[in-house]
């Protein structure tokens, strides 16, 4: 069973920057990671993800502006975050999908202000 805890959300500028973090616990190997968000009345949708080796995909909509990053030794993903608008405000989201299984985290809140 695999445990994802998230960390870092906030509450922000437009403009500004927050970083959050991602931690799994339970198994030595974590397979490919991603963070989702979804925000108030809409569903959750994909933002970031990254395999082991290191391959990453955006959605269009943070390209740019979102990094995402992981430590494989300490099973960790990181999602920078820059130049954040209104519209990233949003319950986000830790998943991997780990020996055929998919897990999620409980969410981090992230509110950006005009």
């Known amino acids: 069973q695999v445990r994802l805890v998230e960390s870092g959300g906030g509450l922000v500028q437009a403009g500004g920057s927050l970083r959050l973090s991602c931690a799994a616990s339970g198994s030595r190997f974590i397979g490919a990671m991603a963070w989702y968000r979804q925000a108030p009345g809409n569903q959750r949708e994909l933002v970031a993800t990254?395999?082991?080796?290191?391959?990453?995909f955006y959605a269009d909509s943070v390209k740019g502006r979102f990094t995402i990053s992981r430590d494989n030794a300490k099973n960790t993903v990181d999602l920078q975050m820059n130049s954040l608008e209104v519209e990233d405000t949003a319950d986000y989201y830790c998943?991997?999908?780990?020996?055929?299984?998919?897990?999620w985290g409980q969410g981090t809140q992230v509110t950006v202000s005009s």
């Open positions: 998943y991997t999908r780990t020996f055929g299984h998919d897990y």
């Open positions: 990254i395999t082991r080796e290191g391959n990453w």
